[in-house]
């Protein structure tokens, strides 16, 4: 069993920056695929940003050049910094351990955490 606890989000105003973490316990998870996603009310579950175990990352075009995902493997824990902020950033963002089928999908992902709210104002 691996746990995720994610941490790090909160009110911003528009334009400004977070970073999220994700501390992974119960398992070594540098050797798999990790992902963000964020979930907003009334919307489905979207893949964000996520990595590869070989540190290669994909961005959804909502995010990229704005969030940059890293790991660091001898804290057992993922990031995702995001930057420029806008109100249509909120929702609750949720980190999780891929197994396998599509890397974009989060049927596709076995272990998630809590989730962490991320509320932009305008």
């Known amino acids: 069993q691996v746990q995720l606890v994610e941490s790090g989000g909160g009110l911003v105003q528009a334009g400004g920056s977070l970073r999220l973490s994700c501390a992974a316990s119960g398992r070594t998870i540098s050797t798999y695929r990790m992902g963000w996603f964020r979930q907003a009310p009334g919307k489905e579950r979207e893949l964000v940003a996520r990595?590869?175990?070989?540190?290669?990352?994909y961005y959804a075009a909502s995010v990229k050049g704005r969030s940059t995902i890293s790991r660091d493997n001898a804290k057992n824990t993922v990031y995702l910094q995001m930057n420029m902020l806008k109100p249509e950033d909120t929702a609750v963002y949720y980190c999780?351990?891929?197994?396998?089928?599509?890397?974009?999908?989060?049927?596709?992902?076995?272990?998630w955490g809590q989730g962490t709210q991320v509320t932009v104002s305008s």
């Open positions: 999780a351990l891929y197994g396998s089928g599509s890397y974009d999908s989060a049927h596709s992902y076995g272990y």
């Open positions: 990595i590869s175990s070989g540190g290669s990352t």
